[in-house]
């Protein structure tokens, strides 16, 4: 159930029809972990805790960077030196206390991951390199649960659904990751501030289309082109 508060903050959501009171109840019941508090990991973790999903896993490592601040707006200059972890929890529950929101302070690998993602009921890839995304891709096929999927480079971002209810995973496109020289990751590439925000705002649109069971394109790599605003998709 919703408290007053709740039904308060959440109004203009509840008023849409195919979202109302059970919609909001649905959203409210998720556990989502979110891997990655960067780039793409802010937009995703801002949205989906201001929508009011009730549980969401926190997965980082790392420290802020100055580099890191045009684009992960989640943190400030007074961060840098700081877990992305600790102050993207400490900020996240000022801007939602209704969220319960856990922290795990690791690199995701083939002997933390599973016992880590185990609890939760959709994985949302915001990684950065490849060894931990083929690392989240293969737990959430072993433990039958939904991956939602972005990435982005230059001014493109990818999109999927993986693993819904049994449809293609990331290895259906890619079997292997490339190499490292073939694809840089992100500390190594240039990225716009606005790229991350664009398609971590989409991912967490699909998380949401997950938790409501409405509206998912399965087996569909979507392509996007932010500057241009052009969009390709692919089925596969």
Do not use: W
């Not at 909001?24 to 949205?47: D, E, S, T």
């Not at 992960?72 to 400490?90: F, H, N, P, R, T």
């Not at 995304?133 to 659904?161: E, F, H, T």
């Not at 991912?203 to 949401?208: C, E, I, R, S, V």
Request: aromatic share 8%; charged share 20%.
């Amino acid at each position: 159930m919703l408290s007053k508060e709740e039904f308060k903050r959440y109004q203009k959501q509840i008023m849409l029809d195919d979202i109302g009171i059970n919609g909001q109840i649905k959203i409210k019941k998720a556990k989502v972990a979110v891997v990655g508090a960067g780039g793409l990991g802010c937009p995703v973790l801002q949205y989906l805790v201001s929508v009011g999903v009730g549980t969401i896993g926190v997965i980082d490592f790392d420290t802020v960077e100055e580099s890191n601040l045009h684009r992960q707006v989640l943190y400030s200059q007074k961060d840098i030196g700081k877990l992305k972890v600790e102050v993207a929890i400490e900020k996240l529950s000022a801007q939602n206390p209704y969220v319960k929101l856990i922290p795990h302070r690791v690199l995701l690998n083939d002997i933390n991951a599973e016992s880590v993602l185990s609890d939760y009921d959709i994985v949302i890839d915001g990684c950065d390199n490849f060894l931990t995304r083929y690392v989240v891709n293969d737990i959430c096929v072993k433990l039958n649960k939904p991956l939602i999927y972005g990435s982005i480079l230059d001014y493109q971002g990818q999109l999927a659904v993986f693993n819904y209810k049994g449809s293609k995973n990331l290895r259906d496109i890619f079997p292997e990751p490339p190499s490292a020289e073939d694809v840089p990751n992100c500390s190594e590439n240039g990225v716009l501030g606005t790229i991350p925000a664009v398609i971590g705002s989409m991912m967490a649109q699909n998380t949401l289309n997950v938790i409501l069971e409405q509206n998912i394109s399965i087996n569909t790599l979507f392509i996007f082109n932010v500057a241009s605003l052009e969009m390709e998709k692919f089925n596969f």
